[in-house]
């Protein structure tokens, strides 16, 4: 009854109707024929599913989609023809406020300059450009990348846009960390500084005392040590005991601090017959400890002669102190010429860096104090059984260290210590002052 | 043979009893004068010693008020009258940049302070023996 | 108003016509598409016109309320009857039909 209540005009529309809907089916029949359509959707209980048909470029969408840049196509007039989401995000307007839209409306008037440069010369070759994107309250610094595209139907640019904000912040974090730096530089040198002025003060002023504590109790222990008991005889000892020890901190305490001081001056050293003349002095503690020392042969290398002395000293006379009670002390030093500036470099007769090992059979002692042993004042040992003053490896760390060089140490409790030492053998030439 | 006459500047009251006593113990005893600066050992010898004459020898501690040994030494060897007497110059810690100034400067020897009895003698021996 | 819409004053309410232009990312027919609307929009409709651009690949919600079958897909809300046009829109005059512009 309802159809009899229409009118003819309501057929006719219904008629015209029908045929809109034949003539859209059938233009989209054409479109996809013509290869118009990108995608087709599928309506099935209630969900759309998308079925791009080009999916061949399908992965890279994705990836212009999640990645964390900005991307923008512009065509040859400046609009927006696609952005993906983050630019979005970046601005803080939404995609449909953004595509077909001048991309300069979205730039701050600052960088219209920068823009319209980038923009003109961007069609005949790539060009990068920072500028400034007006976001939502702030204002965003970005890189601007840009590559024109030939495609079939025209050139487009596309354009990838970096968010600077992090970098400057870094680089300004960087600035900020690196004049900290430079004031904890400062004060560090002003320390060592004042650490040296100890040191000197420590050197001179401390020694006179001692120097009278030395003397006046050498004349008591001359003029009465035999109406002195047992006792007294061993109080007066300790005193004149202590008193060398103290003397021996001093000393090396000043060759410490003198070594901070010091300018490096480099001659050809032959560390073979720096370690002959040490065994001859040494020749007293060798014979005592029944000691067997044997030297394989060193190098010549660019040094400071004193200063190897006193590495070698230092180590040597450790390699004796540190033996195991009952056992001939045995103590192996070896040269070798490497390749590289590492203990694990290859050997080389030609190498330019030669690694000098001191073996001993000493005591040795727990690797898990390794790096305590070349700090100041660390003794591993203790002093009742083992004479030092705790400075001798920090100054030895030391000269190593003014020679450009390394130094290691391997050892094991109740078996023996090796110390090696890399050294360059040539050192550069000091530039005059 | 007559004593010898040693002119010792020390700031160090400890240090003038000791060289007095050790120099006196000589076979040939050192007459030791004593001066707390540099600056009064200039004063004294333009006095004369106070009417004894110049000393044989100066022995000047480096580490002083008012005039230090170097100050003191480089004075004595500008003066005509008094540069001809041997200066010897001591120091708590006699570094070689100190020992090389001091023999520049005209010095016979530089040494450094004695820390036992032995050394004190030691050392007037060798300064006795070295202006006879 | 719709839900998905933040910008608080619909421009949609006072243009003569309004359309929407449904993409699928940066696709050739896609980027085609939104060139040759808004050439023909600045040609033929001037500011009579409201065009919204809408990427289903990024705002696939948009999607439920139209009945897209293929993209890219432009639709006419007004004037007049709902009128829907797929493929690139590079044939002017078939463009201007559905907006019912041709004479």
Same mark, same amino acid.
């Given at each position: 009854?309802?159809?009899?209540?229409?009118?003819?005009?309501?057929?006719?529309?219904?008629?015209?109707?029908?045929?809109?809907?034949?003539?859209?089916?059938?233009?989209?029949?054409?479109?996809?024929?013509?290869?118009?359509?990108?995608?087709?959707?599928?309506?099935?209980?209630?969900?759309? &599913? @998308?079925?791009?048909?080009?999916?061949? !470029?399908?992965?890279?969408?994705?990836?212009?989609?999640?990645?964390?840049?900005?991307?923008?196509?512009?065509?040859?007039?400046?609009?927006?023809? #696609?952005?993906?989401?983050?630019?979005?995000?970046?601005?803080?307007?939404?995609?449909?406020?953004?595509?077909?839209? =001048?991309?300069?409306?979205?730039?701050? %008037?600052?960088?219209?300059?920068?823009?319209?440069?980038?923009?003109?010369?961007?069609?005949?070759? !790539?060009?990068?450009?920072?500028?400034?994107?007006?976001?939502t309250g702030s204002r965003v610094p970005v890189q601007l990348s840009s590559t024109a595209l030939?495609?079939?139907?025209?050139?487009?640019?596309?354009?990838?846009?970096?968010?600077?904000?992090?970098?400057?912040?870094?680089?300004?974090?960087?600035?900020?960390?690196?004049?900290? +730096?430079? &004031?904890?530089? $400062?004060?560090?040198?002003?320390?060592?500084?004042?650490?040296?002025?100890?040191?000197?003060?420590?050197?001179?002023?401390?020694?006179? =005392?001692?120097?009278?504590?030395?003397?006046?109790?050498?004349? @008591?222990?001359?003029?009465?040590?035999?109406?002195?008991?047992? !006792?007294?005889?061993? #109080?007066?000892?300790?005193?004149?005991?202590?008193?060398?020890?103290?003397?021996?901190?001093?000393? /090396?305490?000043?060759?410490?601090?003198?070594?901070?001081?010091?300018?490096?001056?480099?001659?050809?050293?032959?560390?073979?017959?720096?370690? $002959?003349?040490?065994?001859?002095?040494?020749?007293?503690?060798?014979?005592?400890?029944?000691?067997?020392?044997?030297?394989?042969?060193?190098?010549?290398?660019?040094?400071?002669?004193?200063?190897?002395?006193?590495?070698?000293?230092?180590?040597?006379?450790?390699?004796?102190?540190?033996?195991?009670?009952?056992?001939?002390?045995?103590?192996?030093?070896?040269?070798?010429?490497?390749?590289?500036?590492?203990?694990?470099?290859?050997?080389?007769?030609?190498?330019?860096?030669?690694?000098?090992?001191?073996? !001993?059979?000493?005591?040795?002692?727990?690797?898990?104090?390794?790096?305590?042993?070349?700090?100041?004042?660390?003794?591993?040992?203790?002093?009742?059984?083992?004479?030092?003053?705790?400075?001798?490896?920090?100054?030895?760390?030391?000269?190593?260290?003014?020679?450009?060089? @390394?130094?290691?140490?391997?050892?094991?409790?109740?078996?023996?210590?090796?110390?090696?030492?890399?050294?360059?053998?040539?050192?550069?030439?000091?530039?005059?002052? | 043979?007559?004593?010898? $006459?040693? @002119?010792?500047?020390?700031?160090?009251?400890? *240090?003038?009893?000791?060289?007095? +006593?050790?120099?006196?113990?000589?076979?040939?005893?050192?007459?030791?004068?004593?001066?707390?600066?540099?600056?009064?050992?200039?004063?004294?010898?333009?006095?004369?010693?106070?009417?004894?004459?110049? %000393?044989?020898?100066?022995?000047? /501690?480096?580490?002083? %008020?008012?005039?230090?040994?170097?100050?003191?030494?480089?004075?004595?060897?500008?003066?005509?009258?008094?540069?001809?007497?041997?200066?010897?110059?001591?120091?708590?810690?006699?570094?070689?940049?100190?020992?090389?100034?001091?023999? &520049?400067?005209?010095?016979?020897?530089?040494?450094?302070?004695?820390?036992?009895?032995?050394?004190?003698?030691?050392?007037?021996?060798?300064?006795?023996?070295?202006?006879? | 108003?719709?839900?998905? *819409?933040?910008?608080? &004053?619909?421009?949609?309410?006072?243009?003569?016509?309004?359309?929407? +232009?449904?993409?699928?990312?940066?696709?050739?027919?896609?980027?085609?598409?939104?060139?040759?609307?808004?050439?023909?929009?600045?040609?033929?409709?001037?500011?009579?016109?409201?065009?919204?651009?809408?990427?289903?690949?990024?705002?696939?919600?948009?999607?439920?309320?139209?009945?897209?079958?293929?993209l890219p897909l432009l639709v006419k809300k007004s004037p007049g009857p709902e009128r829907k046009?797929?493929?690139?829109?590079?044939?002017?005059?078939?463009?201007?039909?559905?907006?019912?512009?041709?004479?």
């Open positions: 009854m309802e159809r009899r209540a229409q009118t003819i005009e309501d057929l006719l529309r219904e008629l015209e109707e029908t045929r809109q809907q034949l003539y859209e089916a059938e233009e989209t029949i054409e479109a996809i024929r013509t290869g118009q359509v990108d995608a087709l959707v599928v309506h099935s209980e209630g969900v759309h &599913q @998308l079925y791009t048909l080009q999916s061949a !470029d399908h992965a890279y969408r994705v990836f212009i989609e999640k990645m964390s840049e900005g991307a923008i196509t512009l065509n040859e007039s400046g609009l927006v023809l #696609y952005a993906n989401t983050q630019f979005a995000t970046m601005i803080g307007h939404p995609l449909s406020g953004i595509i077909g839209l =001048p991309f300069r409306n979205f730039l701050t %008037p600052e960088s219209h300059p920068a823009y319209d440069e980038l923009f003109s010369a961007s069609w005949s070759t !790539d060009v990068k450009a920072e500028v400034e994107l007006l976001g030939e495609l079939i139907e025209g050139i487009s640019l596309c354009v990838i846009i970096t968010d600077l904000t992090a970098q400057k912040n870094v680089r300004q974090q960087l600035e900020h960390s690196n004049r900290e +730096l430079d &004031q904890l530089n $400062k004060s560090l040198e002003a320390s060592n500084h004042d650490l040296q002025q100890f040191a000197s003060v420590a050197s001179h002023d401390l020694q006179e =005392p001692l120097r009278k504590i030395q003397i006046f109790t050498n004349i @008591l222990s001359n003029s009465c040590l035999h109406k002195l008991n047992a !006792d007294e005889t061993r #109080y007066l000892n300790k005193v004149t005991a202590s008193a060398s020890r103290m003397k021996e901190l001093i000393r /090396d305490v000043l060759n410490y601090s003198k070594l901070s001081a010091s300018e490096e001056r480099f001659t050809r050293t032959d560390l073979d017959v720096i370690v $002959k003349e040490l065994l001859e002095d040494l020749e007293l503690m060798i014979t005592e400890r029944g000691a067997r020392i044997s030297n394989a042969g060193l190098p010549s290398v660019d040094a400071n002669p004193g200063q190897m002395r006193q590495v070698f000293q230092n180590l040597l006379s450790n390699a004796l102190k540190f033996s195991r009670p009952g056992i001939a002390p045995e103590i192996r030093i070896t040269g070798r010429k490497l390749l590289h500036p590492g203990f694990d470099s290859v050997e080389h007769p030609e190498g330019p860096y030669c690694l000098i090992s001191i073996q !001993d059979n000493g005591i040795g002692f727990d690797e898990k104090y390794i790096y305590k042993i070349f700090s100041l004042f660390e003794r591993l040992h203790t002093k009742e059984h083992y004479e030092g003053t705790g400075i001798g490896l920090a100054i030895t760390k030391k000269i190593v260290d003014k020679h450009r060089g @390394l130094i290691q140490v391997h050892s094991t409790e109740g078996v023996g210590t090796c110390f090696e030492i890399i050294l360059p053998v040539l050192q550069p030439e000091k530039k005059p002052a | 043979m007559l004593p010898r $006459k040693i @002119l010792l500047a020390a700031d160090d009251s400890d *240090d003038r009893e000791l060289f007095r +006593l050790y120099a006196a113990a000589r076979p040939v005893p050192g007459l030791v004068h004593v001066a707390e600066n540099g600056a009064e050992v200039i004063e004294l010898l333009s006095d004369g010693l106070t009417g004894t004459g110049l %000393p044989d020898v100066i022995v000047l /501690d480096q580490n002083m %008020p008012r005039k230090n040994g170097i100050e003191t030494l480089a004075e004595l060897k500008r003066s005509p009258a008094f540069r001809a007497i041997p200066v010897f110059i001591y120091s708590t810690y006699a570094s070689e940049a100190l020992r090389v100034q001091c023999l &520049q400067l005209g010095a016979l020897s530089v040494f450094q302070k004695p820390d036992s009895p032995e050394a004190y003698q030691y050392i007037i021996d060798g300064i006795l023996r070295l202006i006879s | 108003m719709k839900a998905q *819409d933040p910008v608080p &004053q619909d421009p949609e309410a006072e243009a003569e016509y309004v359309l929407r +232009l449904f993409i699928t990312g940066a696709t050739p027919n896609s980027l085609r598409a939104v060139s040759n609307i808004r050439e023909i929009c600045d040609r033929y409709l001037a500011g009579r016109y409201s065009l919204k651009i809408i990427d289903v690949s990024q705002e696939g919600t948009l999607v439920q309320e139209e009945q897209i079958i293929a046009l797929i493929g690139d829109l590079s044939q002017t005059e078939k463009v201007l039909k559905a907006l019912g512009l041709n004479p």
